[in-house]
C-alpha cells in the first residue's frame, strides 16, 4: 500500500533575508573557493531578474579539486554534455538561500567556443545546457579574478557563436511560419495560432541574440526586449501584437497577423543574420 511520509530536514525561514555575495562572506561557508582560479556570481538574481525563491547560482573553475561542504542541506553529482565537457554540482544551503554551485575546468569556454573560434559556424548546434553555461559566462559578476572573465567574455565576442545562434533560431522561427501555412490551408486554425506564437517568440530571440542577449529561456523574454531595446521589438510591442490579440480576432486571422509579424522583423535583420562577422 502507498503510504508516503514527509521527513523535514532543513527547516525553511518564513522570511528570507538577501544573502552577502562578497567573496569574504562566501568564504566562510565556502572556504576552499581560496583556492580556485576563478569565482562568479550568475544566472537571474545576478541579471537583476530574481525573486525570492531564486537560486544563487555560483560558478567556480578550477583545475585541481575543490572540497565543498558536506552537510544535511546539500547534495552533489556528476554532470557531462555530448561535447564531452564534464562539471560537478553542489546544490545546498548558504546563509538563508538555496546555492547551486557548479565546478567547471578553467579551460572549458576555450574548449566549448574552439569550433566557433577557428570558422565562421554556420548553425549553433550546442546543447541547450552549454548553450546557458555561455549565456552566463557574458552576466557572469566576477567574485575571484575579475581579468579571467574579462578573457572569457572577449573570447564570446570573437567567436562565430553569436552570429550562428541567431541564425539557428531564424531557422526555427521560419521553419514554425512554415507550419502556420501548412496548418492554415488545412483548416487547423486553432494549431496555426500556437505555431504563430512560436514563430513570433523564435524571431523575437532571434533579434535579441544578434544584439547579445543570449539567455533563451522563454519564460524571460519580456525581460530580455525590455533590457535590449536596440534589438527593434519593444515590450509594449510584442505584448499588444503578440500576447493580447485582438477582441473578436480568429484563430486564423490570430495566426496570420502573428506570422506577418514575425516575418518581417526576420527581414529587416536579414543582412546581419548573413554576414560572416
Not at 82 to 110: C, F, K, P
Not at 164 to 169: D, N, Q, Y
Not at 228 to 237: F, L, Q, R
Amino acid at each position: 500500500m502507498f503510504s508516503p511520509s514527509i521527513e523535514v530536514l532543513v527547516a525553511q525561514p518564513r522570511v528570507r533575508r538577501a544573502a552577502h555575495l562578497d567573496f569574504e562572506s562566501i568564504l566562510k561557508r565556502f572556504p576552499a573557493l581560496a583556492e580556485a582560479e576563478a569565482v562568479c556570481w550568475t544566472g537571474s538574481t545576478a541579471a537583476g531578474w530574481g525573486n525570492v525563491y531564486s537560486d544563487l547560482d555560483l560558478y567556480v573553475f578550477a583545475d585541481q579539486e575543490i572540497k565543498l561542504p558536506v552537510d544535511e542541506t546539500m547534495e552533489r553529482w556528476p554532470g557531462v554534455d555530448n561535447s564531452g565537457i564534464r562539471w560537478d554540482n553542489w546544490l545546498g544551503e548558504y546563509e538563508q538561500s538555496r546555492v547551486d554551485l557548479t565546478l567547471w575546468q578553467t579551460d572549458t569556454l576555450a574548449n566549448l567556443l574552439a569550433p566557433y573560434l577557428s570558422e565562421e559556424v554556420e548553425f549553433c548546434g550546442m546543447s541547450d545546457l552549454m548553450r546557458r553555461f555561455v549565456y552566463r559566462m557574458t552576466i557572469a559578476v566576477p567574485l575571484k579574478n575579475e581579468d579571467y572573465f574579462r578573457q572569457m567574455q572577449e573570447l564570446i565576442e570573437k567567436s562565430s557563436f553569436r552570429r550562428s545562434l541567431a541564425r539557428a533560431s531564424k531557422v526555427w522561427a521560419e521553419n514554425a511560419l512554415t507550419d502556420v501555412a501548412g496548418q492554415l490551408d488545412a483548416g487547423d486554425d486553432a494549431s496555426a495560432r500556437l505555431s504563430a506564437g512560436m514563430a513570433a517568440a523564435k524571431a523575437a530571440d532571434a533579434c535579441l541574440i544578434l544584439h547579445g542577449e543570449y539567455c533563451g529561456g522563454q519564460k524571460w523574454l519580456m525581460r530580455r526586449l525590455k533590457s535590449t531595446p536596440e534589438c527593434g521589438i519593444s515590450v509594449d510591442e510584442y505584448r499588444s501584437v503578440v500576447l493580447d490579440g485582438r477582441p473578436g480576432e480568429s484563430d486564423g486571422d490570430y495566426a496570420l497577423r502573428v506570422a506577418r509579424w514575425a516575418q518581417g522583423h526576420l527581414v529587416r535583420l536579414e543582412d546581419k543574420f548573413l554576414a560572416a562577422s
